[in-house]
């Protein structure tokens, strides 16, 4: 096709590009606070600069490159937010005084909410004011974002928001306690959404920070640490780095394994997360992940099976009693070890039964059981592609006339949904060739024989 190189061409191809480019945010008022007020606190950072990325969104981006081994960021202590500031501000009488102790999740979340009620009264108004105002995690899903989630997730999704409803009601006394703090009444500060926001904002966005245990504090684990300006790292599974609260120098440091070149985007790695993970818990999803996977739910496998095999109950509960109706994945390589395996011991006739453990640990059964379960695992893909492609086909009509904030919940499922589709359609390729690999032998020893 001969490129159009006309005016109009040019100028809309510039357009089009722009759409798609880096853009510095530091002269943003929120950021240029930001980073004042972290200087007085002994943080000055020269090379990383906040920027927004048209595939991660707002990030930090390096203006000189960063050789492998070279600290990426350190900021000093009085830079970090964790429950010594709180138990050492205005709230911590009110923490010490409260039987049974507050959680050190429940007090950095009363703290975050009281302080962004305080907002121009606030010390800590620049690193709140840099925050985002909401999230994409699950527990900000309505029901209909929720239901276009696969099986396994769904189910997760709908225990963390019982777990946060639980963590609401729990927490209603002791935020109530907190009244004469305010001008205003306790309950229109510390609303269902405003702990939602500051449990989002604690969950997504701290560092591993362990404390000493304190007898005014809850016997919960106290490794939170939230970090201005270092929370703006994004993550990417293929970095490695070495991340810590430093003793010596007192900063919490993050040092670069591999560096990074001038002008990019400065990863972090979260850890070797894989999508609905990092969905559940950071609200966005990584393309091209490395630990990308769809997975099996045991609610699925149980509606693929067919159910006129009479030991179909007993090998489930073999299954469950050894954990391998949990973690049945396609990946990157098609189906997994252990959905093999467990497809392996579904397959099992009344006489091969006895041998059930050797099977789970990886020994094969017999040529036409092998067969058996390929088509079985071809079963699963049909089925999970299936309800990818409903869900997919649900989304698009849900995104018309969706509220912005709608829109940014549903890119999110359908970016997992995609990534999905795209594993399952390579699985079925994988299949097709373990499919014909064992068409020969099955021609000339082994008769066709059906479950
Ligand atoms: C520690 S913050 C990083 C900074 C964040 N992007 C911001 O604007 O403040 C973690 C959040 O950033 C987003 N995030 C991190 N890595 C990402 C990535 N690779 N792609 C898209 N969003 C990402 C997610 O919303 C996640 O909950």
Redesign the pocket.
């Given at each position: 096709m001969r490129k159009r190189t006309g005016r109009r061409a040019r100028k809309k191809r510039r357009k089009r590009e722009k759409g798609v480019q880096t853009v510095s945010l530091a002269h943003e008022s929120q950021f240029v606070d930001l980073r004042k007020w972290l200087k007085e606190r002994g943080f000055t950072s020269q090379c990383l600069i906040p920027a927004r990325f048209p595939?991660?969104?707002?990030?930090l981006m390096t203006t000189q490159a960063i050789k492998a081994n070279d600290l990426i960021i350190s900021l000093p202590e009085k830079c970090l937010l964790t429950t010594n500031t709180v138990l050492g501000s205005y709230m911590g009488e009110y923490i010490k005084r409260w039987h049974p102790p507050v959680s050190p999740l429940l007090a950095l979340c009363s703290f975050l909410i009281a302080e962004r009620h305080f907002g121009d009264e606030s010390q800590w108004k620049p690193y709140i004011g840099?925050?985002?105002k909401s999230?994409?995690?699950p527990v900000y899903f309505p029901s209909d974002v929720t239901e276009l989630l696969p099986a396994g997730l769904r189910r997760k999704a709908e225990e963390q928001r019982e777990q946060f409803r639980e963590f609401y009601s729990s927490s209603l006394a002791f935020l109530r306690s907190l009244r004469p703090l305010f001008a205003q009444p306790a309950e229109e500060i510390f609303t269902q959404d405003a702990l939602r926001w500051a449990w989002?904002s604690v969950n997504?966005?701290t560092v591993y920070m362990e404390h000493p245990r304190r007898e005014c504090l809850s016997r919960d684990t106290d490794v939170y640490a939230l970090a201005p300006y270092l929370?703006?790292?994004?993550?990417?599974p293929d970095v490695q780095v070495e991340a810590g609260f430093n003793k010596f120098t007192q900063c919490y440091e993050i040092r670069s394994i591999q560096g990074c070149p001038r002008f990019q985007q400065v990863?972090i790695c979260?850890g070797p997360h894989d999508n609905q993970r990092l969905l559940l818990e950071?609200?966005?999803?990584?393309p091209g992940n490395p630990h990308r996977v769809a997975y099996v739910d045991p609610g699925v496998l149980k509606l693929c099976l067919k159910r006129d095999d009479k030991q179909l109950a007993q090998k489930l509960l073999f299954l469950r009693d050894n954990k391998f109706l949990e973690n049945l994945t396609f990946g990157a390589d098609g189906p997994s070890w252990r959905l093999m395996t467990a497809l392996r011991l579904l397959s099992l006739k009344p006489e091969q039964y006895s041998s059930w453990k050797n099977v789970l640990l990886g020994a094969a059964v017999s040529h036409d059981r092998e067969e058996w379960c390929i088509e079985m695992a071809h079963k699963l893909c049909r089925y999970l592609t299936e309800d990818t492609t409903k869900a997919l086909e649900q989304l698009s009509r849900l995104k018309q006339g969706a509220t912005q904030a709608h829109l940014e919940q549903l890119g999110v499922v359908e970016t997992l949904r995609r990534e999905e589709q795209g594993i399952l359609g390579h699985s079925q390729q994988v299949l097709h060739s373990l499919r014909q690999q064992l068409l020969p032998c099955r021609r000339s020893d082994t008769p066709g024989e059906e479950h």
């Amino acid at each position: 096709m001969r490129k159009r190189t006309g005016r109009r061409a040019r100028k809309k191809r510039r357009k089009r590009e722009k759409g798609v480019q880096t853009v510095s945010l530091a002269h943003e008022s929120q950021f240029v606070d930001l980073r004042k007020w972290l200087k007085e606190r002994g943080f000055t950072s020269q090379c990383l600069i906040p920027a927004r990325f048209p595939d991660t969104g707002r990030g930090l981006m390096t203006t000189q490159a960063i050789k492998a081994n070279d600290l990426i960021i350190s900021l000093p202590e009085k830079c970090l937010l964790t429950t010594n500031t709180v138990l050492g501000s205005y709230m911590g009488e009110y923490i010490k005084r409260w039987h049974p102790p507050v959680s050190p999740l429940l007090a950095l979340c009363s703290f975050l909410i009281a302080e962004r009620h305080f907002g121009d009264e606030s010390q800590w108004k620049p690193y709140i004011g840099a925050l985002p105002k909401s999230y994409t995690c699950p527990v900000y899903f309505p029901s209909d974002v929720t239901e276009l989630l696969p099986a396994g997730l769904r189910r997760k999704a709908e225990e963390q928001r019982e777990q946060f409803r639980e963590f609401y009601s729990s927490s209603l006394a002791f935020l109530r306690s907190l009244r004469p703090l305010f001008a205003q009444p306790a309950e229109e500060i510390f609303t269902q959404d405003a702990l939602r926001w500051a449990w989002c904002s604690v969950n997504t966005r701290t560092v591993y920070m362990e404390h000493p245990r304190r007898e005014c504090l809850s016997r919960d684990t106290d490794v939170y640490a939230l970090a201005p300006y270092l929370d703006l790292l994004n993550h990417s599974p293929d970095v490695q780095v070495e991340a810590g609260f430093n003793k010596f120098t007192q900063c919490y440091e993050i040092r670069s394994i591999q560096g990074c070149p001038r002008f990019q985007q400065v990863f972090i790695c979260y850890g070797p997360h894989d999508n609905q993970r990092l969905l559940l818990e950071y609200g966005f999803v990584a393309p091209g992940n490395p630990h990308r996977v769809a997975y099996v739910d045991p609610g699925v496998l149980k509606l693929c099976l067919k159910r006129d095999d009479k030991q179909l109950a007993q090998k489930l509960l073999f299954l469950r009693d050894n954990k391998f109706l949990e973690n049945l994945t396609f990946g990157a390589d098609g189906p997994s070890w252990r959905l093999m395996t467990a497809l392996r011991l579904l397959s099992l006739k009344p006489e091969q039964y006895s041998s059930w453990k050797n099977v789970l640990l990886g020994a094969a059964v017999s040529h036409d059981r092998e067969e058996w379960c390929i088509e079985m695992a071809h079963k699963l893909c049909r089925y999970l592609t299936e309800d990818t492609t409903k869900a997919l086909e649900q989304l698009s009509r849900l995104k018309q006339g969706a509220t912005q904030a709608h829109l940014e919940q549903l890119g999110v499922v359908e970016t997992l949904r995609r990534e999905e589709q795209g594993i399952l359609g390579h699985s079925q390729q994988v299949l097709h060739s373990l499919r014909q690999q064992l068409l020969p032998c099955r021609r000339s020893d082994t008769p066709g024989e059906e479950h």
